[in-house]
């Protein structure tokens, strides 16, 4: 049988025998909602009426069990399928290339056993991330993972992009947060990591499914990391003359080990149009905030070694007015309304990771080549780097174009020619996009540019698990 994304009636019952029929939706409207995401693409071509393909159909599976056999009935009939979360990804990755069918796990969002001894959670990944953090803030725990799309985005999506949240300079990204995963894999059976991550009872297989953008499997359970609610959170903000020297004062503080659970490095032009516009400062230069976490004594220690090492790299410090003020509003001040990566302007962020000595390096080569390369239509690029480590950084670069092509097809190549100039940018400068949004379709066409070895290996595992390449097919450049 040849694999269809048509599902016929008929099929329809069977599935309506699975999770109920009021859990089986065909409406076009849905259809609309599941075919774009918040990538620049999929809504610009839905403005524009040229839509992405749409699902045939929609289920909502309420537990792993469900999930199991929705598997199964995919690979007997030959169905693609994916999973998707909140929707809220930038890159296409739960867009139906091939139709087919969307399991939307929003309705697995049970809180299933929460181990105040061992400091765990177990919970079923449809849970949106902020729901789950209310229900530990009223038990005196958090998860500590705040991403900017913290209240539209699921646990699943955040551990299937391997996403970072603002304090993830101490906390970490997901792979760090999670111990354990149940995993619906494609032969339709069930996967579940060791209930221990750090063992030497062979490699930890969980690590396959983080990052792997639900083209490996179903993750339908996690079990995460929580901790106490801090005694002493705060905030600071400093002035530094340039980027050159935020990147060094930063480093200094990473790699001594002060572990600031933020620290959010803004370029000039971010200082000038976003703090400035935001918060009324009125400064040149790049603005640094910092923040540090957990108990009072430490805290207070960590600030006055911290605050040295930015005062020797010629920091102004701004106080805690403008730090407070941005933590308080982190969910709006950077991303505003969401018009702002809809139409009219063409956009996308192309977030980089790669050591200290190469980050500025990239930085400024992708700089070069937006805003000289494009130059007819005032391409702006600006950046912040926000996930630190004790051995590189990451930044979030961000291109903008007001005025573009009306023409569709000439729109669509301008975007990609933007896009190869600054992912190349990185890739030969010894970086690596992406860093915590995924690549979806947006990034696929660069994965064997990335790592010729790591895009033959990951074909290897997708053959190994997915034979006829019916789980999310067309995405991590995997499948198509
Ligand atoms: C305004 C804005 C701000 C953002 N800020 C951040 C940020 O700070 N940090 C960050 O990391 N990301 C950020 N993102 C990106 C986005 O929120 C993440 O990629 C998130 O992980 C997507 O989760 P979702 O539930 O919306 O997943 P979806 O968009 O539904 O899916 C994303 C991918 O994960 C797969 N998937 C979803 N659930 C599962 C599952 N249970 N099992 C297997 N595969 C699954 C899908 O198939 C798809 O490939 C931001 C996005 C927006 C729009």
């Avoid at 390369?373 to 630190?388: D, Q, R, V």
């Amino acid at each position: 049988m040849k694999k269809s994304g048509c599902l016929e009636k008929n099929q329809w019952y069977e599935l309506e025998k699975i999770v109920g029929s009021e859990y089986v939706i065909t409406d076009q409207s849905e259809k609309d909602v599941q075919s774009i995401d918040v990538w620049w693409m999929t809504r610009y071509c839905f403005f524009q009426q040229n839509n992405f393909p749409q699902p045939s159909v929609i289920v909502f599976p309420e537990n792993t069990e469900q999930v199991k056999k929705i598997v199964q009935f995919c690979l007997i009939n030959k169905i693609p399928y994916l999973a998707r979360g909140g929707g809220a990804g930038d890159g296409g990755g739960s867009i139906p290339l091939y139709g087919g069918l969307v399991i939307d796990l929003k309705r697995m969002d049970k809180i299933i056993e929460l181990n105040e001894r061992s400091m765990t959670v177990r919970v079923q990944t449809g849970i949106l991330q902020k729901h789950l953090e209310e229900f530990l803030n009223r038990k005196g725990y958090t998860m500590n993972h705040f991403p900017a799309s913290f209240n539209t985005s699921t646990l699943g999506g955040f551990i299937s992009t391997n996403g970072t949240g603002v304090l993830s300079s101490k906390y970490g990204k997901m792979s760090d947060m999670v111990h354990q995963l149940e995993v619906v894999l494609p032969n339709g059976n069930l996967f579940k990591s060791l209930p221990v991550r750090l063992h030497s009872t062979g490699p930890d297989y969980s690590r396959l499914f983080f990052g792997a953008e639900g083209t490996l499997g179903i993750i339908t359970e996690a079990l995460c990391k929580i901790y106490y609610l801090p005694e002493k959170r705060s905030f600071r903000a400093f002035l530094l003359s340039n980027l050159q020297k935020g990147i060094e004062a930063g480093r200094q503080i990473m790699v001594k080990g002060l572990n600031p659970c933020l620290l959010r490095l803004y370029d000039e032009y971010d200082t000038r149009h976003i703090l400035q516009k935001q918060y009324g400062l009125e400064k040149e230069g790049c603005v640094l905030i910092i923040g540090f976490d957990g108990m009072k004594k430490i805290v207070e220690a960590q600030e006055e070694v911290s605050y040295l090492i930015l005062e020797q790299n010629e920091g102004e410090d701004l106080g805690e007015k403008l730090a407070i003020n941005w933590w308080n509003n982190r969910y709006r001040s950077y991303y505003p309304p969401l018009d702002y990566i809809c139409e009219p302007w063409m956009t996308a962020v192309m977030d980089t990771v790669a050591p200290y000595e190469k980050i500025e390096t990239i930085y400024w080569e992708m700089k070069k080549g937006v805003e000289e390369g494009f130059k007819p239509w005032n391409a702006i690029f600006h950046a912040h780097f926000s996930h630190w480590y004790d051995w590189g950084t990451s930044f979030y670069p961000t291109f903008l174009l007001k005025d573009f092509p009306s023409n569709p097809h000439k729109a669509i190549r301008l975007y990609n020619q933007i896009l190869d100039i600054c992912v190349q940018a990185s890739i030969q400068n010894g970086g690596v996009v992406n860093e915590h949004h995924g690549i979806g379709m947006r990034f696929s066409r660069f994965m064997q540019d990335v790592s010729e070895e790591n895009y033959n290996f990951s074909q290897i595992i997708k053959k190994a698990l997915d034979p006829e390449s019916l789980l999310n097919p067309g995405k991590l450049g995997l499948g198509e």
